[in-house]
């Protein structure tokens, strides 16, 4: 009886692995061997399996933030007030554009680089008034903030410096309740914005990513560089009998590996960076699952 090739090699592979020596003919590998008789199942030997193989993952640095859950897919940066030393009232601290162009050409395999700037102002259409949080970014920001459009679009490469923004849907249903806000203005401070899309309400089981605090269905989407020339780097804070004034450039980075495997990595060199240029570590990193 021959066997076909692939029946061969199907039980050359098996008698390897049940401790034949290399280099001795298994059963069933000669075309006029005989194929092994059935072992009676007292005479059964137990089969030893390999012991499964411990994923190989690199411990991160005491200084990184990380979900074990999963494998880390992206890596979050965010600016962080560091303690006071002086009564001064300008504060200056944070993750800075130059961060940014630095982390960009030094790294070859980010995938992208997310900026985000935010600031909390009153978002105003025609009698009505909502507390809103506005974010200046760029379209990367649906990606990482896993955001869905419900109407409209999200930002794009072309906006740039326009007078555009895309709207939460609490934002929507607060100030525009009986109405299509596509087209429709809206007001922040004394500026205004077209409106050209809405996201979609966050699912409550959603879990929202390190750094967003609040629902993202109260946010104003804005470009990057419409919120630097309109809103500037500075948030001034006024308590009774003291006022505060706060400079900060990006809120958060959010940076996309192009290999998974090469995260942690890439996390140890965007720390060896930062530190060169932070005199304080006014800034934490956080490896992000998705």
């Known amino acids: 009886m021959r066997l076909s090739p692939l029946v061969l090699i199907v039980v050359t592979v098996l008698g390897c692995g049940s401790g034949t020596q290399p280099g001795k003919p298994s059963a069933g590998s000669g075309g006029n061997q005989a194929l ?5 199942p007292s005479e059964k030997q137990p089969v030893k399996t390999p012991a499964e193989k411990a994923p190989t993952t690199k411990t991160p640095d005491a200084d990184f933030h990380q979900d ?7 890596i979050v ?24 162009e ?31 949080r506005v974010v200046g970014s760029t379209k990367g920001l649906a990606h990482v903030f896993q955001l869905e459009i419900a109407r409209g679009r999200f930002l794009t490469d072309r906006d740039r410096v326009t007078m555009v923004a895309v709207i939460g849907t609490d934002v929507g249903r607060k100030l525009y309740p009986v109405e299509n806000p596509i087209g429709k203005l809206i ?16 699912k409550t089981s959603l879990k929202l990513p390190r750094g967003i605090t609040t629902s993202t269905d109260s946010d104003v989407y804005i470009p990057t560089m419409t919120m630097r020339q309109r809103f500037g780097d500075r948030v001034t804070t006024s308590r009774p009998g003291s006022r505060q004034v706060e400079e900060v450039e990006l809120s958060q980075i959010w940076i996309t590996v ?31 699952t998705r």
């Not at 092994?36 to 009676?40: L, N």
């Not at 030094?106 to 978002?123: C, E, K």
């Not at 205004?192 to 809405?198: E, H």
């Open 36 to 40: 092994p008789q059935k072992v009676a």
């Open 68 to 74: 074990r859950s999963l494998a880390p897919r992206m």
């Open 77 to 100: 940066l965010e600016s962080v007030k560091p303690l006071q030393r002086d009564d001064s009232s300008a504060v200056r601290y944070g993750l800075t554009r130059k961060d940014l």
């Open 102 to 132: 630095r982390l960009i050409s030094t790294l070859p395999n980010i995938q992208q680089a997310v900026p985000v700037s935010t600031i909390n102002r009153d978002a105003r259409h025609g009698d009505k008034t909502i507390a809103a």
């Open 187 to 202: 007001h922040i401070d004394d500026h205004s914005f077209r409106i050209v899309g809405q996201t979609k309400a966050r």
């Open 258 to 288: 192009t290999n998974l495997h090469d995260v942690d990595d890439t996390a140890a060199v965007i720390k060896s960076l930062l530190e060169k240029f932070h005199k304080n570590k006014d800034y934490s990193i956080t490896l992000r």
